[in-house]
């Protein structure tokens, strides 16, 4: 089945520097792979998603690449935020199965 | 996107008992999913809930210990059987649009 790889397991910075998470997968017939921001006590939200027909995706301040030959994607938040401060998780998953695997998740601290 | 409701939101439970969770979507859905997230941790499929039929377990959960019901497109449920302090967990219902997965609140479980 599939598995996710996610690093780092920590990251801070200060606020307005930039915060990149990244994630390799291992099945090749993953080709949907979303973003989730995950507030203490919260359900996971859907910040940004990449489908394996597209490199790159860019929403604001946030962007995730894709790279399919070395089977990894990077979320990119640039000019973080304190509000941006959460739990970060990645996933994957194929158009047929649709169910996620994620990855282990990006605790961000943004200090103001 | 999908609304989607979770009921209980917590409850604490003795163990060697059983708890059923709902999940509730205001619109009709094909795929739902159950996942579990362990304190501290990244969220793991536990089961598919397919409608009409028996739900697809991911390995290690069987049926017997997290028996799910989907009798029709907008609700499903999951029982937690014969509990432990082990099945303290919070699970979550996702729904699936063919656009991307939304999470439901969340049912937060305490097993003393």
């Known amino acids: 089945g599939e598995n996710v790889e996610q690093h780092p397991s920590t990251l801070s910075v200060q606020e307005g520097d930039s915060a990149v998470i990244k994630c390799t997968y291992s099945d090749s017939a993953s080709n949907y792979f979303p973003w989730y921001k995950q507030e203490l006590g919260k359900r996971p939200q859907l910040i940004i998603d990449?489908?394996?027909?597209?490199g790159e995706k860019k929403d604001q301040r946030i962007a995730v690449t894709l790279n399919k030959t070395a089977k990894h994607f990077s979320l990119h938040i640039t000019e973080t935020q304190p509000e941006d401060s959460a739990v970060y998780f990645c996933?994957?998953?194929?158009?047929?199965?649709?169910?996620?695997?994620f990855g282990s998740g990006t605790r961000l601290q943004v200090q103001p | 996107s999908a609304v989607i409701s979770q009921k209980p939101s917590r409850d604490i439970c003795q163990r060697g008992t059983s708890l059923t969770i709902q999940c509730q979507v205001d619109?009709?859905?094909?795929?739902m999913f159950w996942y579990r997230q362990q304190p501290g941790q990244s969220l793991t499929l536990i089961a598919t809930a397919n409608q009409g039929s028996e739900a697809t377990y991911e390995s290690g959960f069987v049926i017997d210990k997290f028996p799910i019901s989907r009798p029709n497109l907008t609700f499903s449920t999951l029982t937690v059987s014969n509990m432990s302090p082990e099945d303290s967990s919070i699970y979550l219902c996702?729904?699936?649009?063919?656009?991307?997965?939304?999470f439901g609140p969340g049912t937060r479980l305490l097993v003393l």
């Open positions: 996933a994957a998953s194929d158009t047929g199965r649709r169910a996620l695997t």
């Open positions: 996702s729904v699936d649009d063919w656009k991307t997965q939304y």
């Open positions: 619109s009709q859905v094909t795929m």
């Open positions: 990449i489908r394996s027909n597209v």
